[in-house]
């Protein structure tokens, strides 16, 4: 049987490989984001009680009632503006699926993207399934926003730019600033935007999070995703959501029901409940700037220069007075040889910059997992 594959330059993952090594080479995994440490236990409770009260069919297509005024009411406290929970939110099965969901709703075959590199890696393959075209515009040598870039960028063909705040893998946040730039370019064009704030919450030093929905010229044309799992802790629930103009969350829903048709009943179950304390969400940006400056304060012994860490669970590294390998070699040598497993940039770019000699850790792990990192990183 001949098979023409549809994205005949994917390949497995780089989370997938670098997740496999660590395990072959038992070395510490601080490449995939995802903790090392226990959930709320609260949390555990709420959902078997839901499952044991019986909870455990099908939850309504968008997202369970509950959940859905639940997550309206948190946006309105964060960023002051109503969503109607009937028909501007949807619950989804993590953040990935809602992102997929949102380009498969309005990009049509021929239409331009733009996507920031270095870009999460399952936004050009995406845009690719539904007949997209991908055009990649890096970050600057900063890993800031480069506004100018993206307006050149832009031409007739573009229905969407692609933008993420806290960034990852770069650790880097939009501004103000930035946001206000954004809906210059934006002004007059039919262009949406796909706002990806799956680390809303962690946004560390006192900044405040930049979201799209605090700019009504951006809110209007937008889909803003969410992520459950990296808020609470738990990646492997896959659950997330959504936020969209009543217009274009009517077509993200038509995509929705025939990719998942719903999330996980007793997981939005037990979510609805959660959130209905504040405390929940409010204290996980103090939780994981204690690890980022413990992860800071222990790297100033390495030989790896590292990089501002404004938001997310990433830290990136520079290793060029270390090695002049290419980045994935380095990253494989690194888990074999000294036992940490780490992310390489350059997947997450279409063409990596000439000389960028860059690496991605997470530092979402237990105090002990991230000292026991530290030691063999500083032995380099």
Not at 49 to 63: F, L
Request: with cysteine.
């Amino acid at each position: 049987m001949q098979l023409t594959s549809k994205l005949p330059h994917v390949g497995t993952t780089i989370f997938t490989v670098m997740s496999k090594l660590a395990q072959e080479c038992g070395a510490i995994n601080l490449s995939q984001g995802f903790p090392d440490f226990p959930i709320d236990s609260r949390l555990i409770d709420l959902v078997d009680k839901a499952m044991r009260a019986g909870h455990n069919q099908y939850a309504p297509m968008p997202g369970l009632p509950a959940l859905r005024e639940a997550i309206a009411v948190k946006v309105k406290r964060l960023y002051g503006f109503n969503y109607d929970p009937d028909t501007e939110v949807a619950v989804t099965a993590g953040g990935t699926q809602a992102i997929f969901t949102a380009l498969g709703a309005v990009i049509h075959p021929g239409d331009e993207v733009i996507i920031i590199d270095p870009a999460y890696d399952c936004y050009a393959p995406t845009v690719e399934l539904f007949g997209g075209r991908p055009v990649h515009v890096r970050l600057g040598a900063d890993m800031k926003f480069d506004a100018g870039a993206v307006k050149a960028a832009i031409t007739p063909r573009t229905r969407m730019l692609m933008i993420n705040t806290p960034h990852n893998p770069a650790g880097t946040i939009l501004r103000d600033a930035d946001m206000r730039r954004i809906a210059d370019l934006l002004r007059g064009t039919d262009i949406l935007l796909l706002s990806d704030e799956v680390y809303e919450h962690l946004v560390f030093d006192g900044e405040p999070h930049a979201s799209a929905i605090n700019y009504p010229e951006l809110r209007e044309r937008a889909f803003v995703i969410f992520s459950f799992g990296k808020v609470f802790h738990v990646t492997g629930w896959k659950m997330g959501y959504a936020l969209a103009p009543k217009a274009l969350m009517a077509e993200f829903r038509k995509v929705h029901q025939f990719n998942v048709f719903s999330a996980n009943t007793p997981m939005q179950y037990a979510l609805a409940a959660y959130m209905q304390e504040p405390a929940h969400y409010e204290q996980v940006s103090a939780f994981y700037q204690a690890k980022r400056d413990r992860f800071v304060a222990g790297m100033r012994n390495s030989r790896f220069t590292l990089l501002p860490c404004e938001g997310s669970y990433f830290q990136t590294a520079d290793y060029s007075a270390i090695s002049d390998e290419g980045d994935r070699a380095f990253a494989e040598r690194v888990a074999r040889e000294f036992g940490v497993a780490t992310i390489p940039l350059s997947p997450f770019y279409q063409e990596p910059p000439p000389g960028q000699r860059l690496l991605r850790f997470c530092f979402a792990k237990q105090d002990a997992t991230l000292d026991a990192a530290i030691e063999k990183l500083c032995r380099i």
